[in-house]
């Protein structure tokens, strides 16, 4: 039985290694996208990131939110692997008030000491989908 485990125990952290970069990714794409919460997507975020949610929150700070909030629904449409982390590439659908926005958002994740950042992301917006004729 321990023959097997430590057979399998490369294996098993790298399947680790993955979750641990979709795990950050969706946290922030949770936190940002979904929650509006820039203080919890910190949490998720390091270098260009992080420089661009503290930028951010100094605009949006002390201004009440208004109107209802969006509903946001998002998949991952893509993952790819890197040396030391992984490219997320999400599909973003924001409702608000009956307008529907689509994005496309990368998420770079980079292994930083132990645990695993978001240090980039972008966006660019979709136009919405042709409806059936």
């Known amino acids: ?4 485990f430590l057979l399998l125990s490369p294996w098993l952290s790298l399947a680790c290694a993955k979750d641990g970069a ?3 990714a ?3 794409i949770d936190a940002y996208y979904v929650e509006r919460d820039h203080q919890r997507a910190l949490r998720f ?3 260009g990131a992080k420089e661009r949610l503290l930028a951010e ?3 949006v700070q002390g201004m009440p939110r208004t109107g209802a909030e969006p509903r946001v629904f998002y998949e991952l449409v893509r993952e790819e692997r890197l040396p030391d982390g992984a490219q997320l590439t999400y599909s973003v659908r924001v ?3 009956g307008t529907d926005l689509h ?3 990368l998420v ?3 292994k930083l000491e132990a645990e695993y950042k978001v240090v980039q992301f972008a966006e660019i917006d979709l136009p919405p989908p042709r409806s059936a004729p």
């Open 1 to 4: 039985m321990l023959r097997r």
């Open 22 to 24: 979709r795990t950050s």
């Open 26 to 28: 969706d946290g922030f």
């Open 108 to 110: 770079v994740v980079r």
């Open 45 to 47: 975020a390091a270098e």
């Open 95 to 97: 409702d608000s008030a």
């Open 57 to 59: 929150k100094a605009l």
């Open 103 to 105: 994005k496309r958002v």
